[in-house]
């Protein structure tokens, strides 16, 4: 059962990403609590069977909004996620269907939220890379692509306003961001938390914002012709 929503988690289905992905870290210890979970995830899909990712029309400018959920997770972890999608040149808030998104523990265990947010703004800027890469292969010229996420400790260590003896004990890794931020290839950016998409993929949310958040990326497909 896990691994069939684990498919959907990944192909199509973003809304049941992080409720899949907590399960599928518990299945190696199978309790009847996780069972009852899972079946709520497919009582979830029953109950909203046709929604599913629309692409709008866009001038295919890579746009990323990343959010970090800081030790949510068993054994002091964080879970962060992303989501890509195509934008407007001339519409900064026109959000796209996504062409990525991930939603994913972080590899190390993180000593502060911002930390933690730096860490996924990190992989974010990763994975816009691989995906800019792809775009500009087909001849569509990228150009300075935002990262927005909702913490402002985070943008100021990726543009390099924060102090430095507060950032000495993270990995030198992450230093990989703060040159893409300096050579004008990424352009970390702060936006509001209320309106950050990327939050449904980083923790369970109330019903109201989860939605909210759900159908800025995700529509009805039931009235679209095949």
Not at 102 to 111: G, I
Not at 174 to 188: A, F, Q, S, Y
Not at 200 to 217: A, H
Request: hydrophobic share 35%.
């Amino acid at each position: 059962k896990i691994g069939v929503l684990l498919y959907m988690a990944i192909t199509l289905r973003l809304d049941i990403a992080v409720e899949t992905g907590k399960a599928a870290s518990q299945q190696s210890h199978p309790t009847r609590r996780l069972m009852n979970k899972v079946d709520r995830i497919f009582e979830y899909l029953n109950g909203n069977p046709d929604l599913g990712i629309k692409y709008k029309a866009s001038d295919m400018q890579l746009r990323a909004v990343c959010d970090a959920s800081y030790n949510s997770e068993p054994g002091a972890r964080s879970r962060g996620g992303y989501v890509l999608h195509y934008g407007r040149v001339d519409e900064p808030e026109f959000m796209n269907g996504a062409a990525d998104a991930r939603s994913n523990l972080l590899r190390y265990v993180a000593t502060s939220a911002s930390e933690a947010e730096y860490m996924q703004t990190y992989e974010t800027g990763k994975g816009t890379m691989a995906m800019k890469n792809i775009v500009e292969a087909l001849g569509i010229k990228q150009h300075q692509i935002p990262i927005q996420n909702d913490n402002t400790p985070s943008v100021a260590i990726a543009t390099g306003q924060a102090k430095e003896k507060k950032t000495k004990h993270m990995d030198m890794r992450m230093n990989w961001l703060k040159e893409k931020v300096l050579r004008k290839i990424l352009d970390v950016q702060w936006s509001p938390g209320k309106t950050n998409v990327a939050d449904f993929l980083t923790k369970t949310l109330s019903e109201c914002d989860f939605e909210y958040k759900r159908d800025q990326l995700m529509v009805d497909c039931s009235g679209i012709p095949v």
